[in-house]
């Protein structure tokens, strides 16, 4: 996990630091994609990367949005640029965690082990959140839309009423020299079975695990994992799995961001 030290980001200074970032969060606004940043990777992954993400001060204040291309690239991460996603934990009724293997595709992360569902909610209507429970229930629409297309979940099985917000958490994680996150990162739970038909583009793999399992997976040195999804793993997901059916009411609905970098 990187320590780096960047400067605050603000809506007065974003613009002038980011001339990319667009100041209003509008559906219709795009940034194009350099052919030089993006040379080399699969066609449907650089067409994903004009998607538009939420950019953020640190108080998980929306001052803007840009190309999820422009919020990944190290150069402007280090210079403070920070935008909202979600992690969804999705797991079946014999409480064992739905894991995702990223696909070899990915332009960050490829082939790396992960919870259920990583993305980023959309500058778009729905989505988009300036407070807290408005932010959530733009995550949960998000996580619904994000589920159906790497997973093919359908969104009947994965109701919104059923996500459960539990916390945010910051953290900075290059992906390599080019690439890397710098999110405030909205922890959804769900419980449910459901029917997978995963997209190949997305997830190369999936598997169900039980504690005990995971804990096995990551002492396996051939394995790698997204570093957010390690992270959680080590500080909080465990202690919040031990109260899956009993008790995680006291873990929900956190309004402190955690701060992780």
Known sequence: MSTTTTQTITAENVIHLFPEVDSQLASSHRTGTSTNDLEGYDEEQIRLMDEVCIVLDKDDKPIGS????????MTNINSGLLHRAFSVFLFDSKNRLLLQQRASEKI?????????CCSHPLGVPGET????????????????RKLWHELGIKKEQVPLENFRFLTRIHYLAPSDGKWGEHEIDYILFI????????????????????ADGLRIMFKNEKLKFTPWFKLICETLLFEWWEHLNSGLEKYMNDTEIKRMC
Request: hydrophobic residues 40%.
């Open 108 to 116: 960050t992360f490829p082939d790396m082990w992960t919870n259920t």
């Open 66 to 73: 840009a190309s999820k291309k422009v919020c990944h690239l």
């Open 129 to 144: 959140g300036a407070d807290l429970e408005t932010a959530v229930m733009g995550v949960k629409r998000a996580a619904q």
């Open 191 to 210: 419980k449910a079975d459901v029917d997978l038909e995963v997209n190949p583009n997305e997830a190369q793999d999936t598997r169900y695990v039980s």
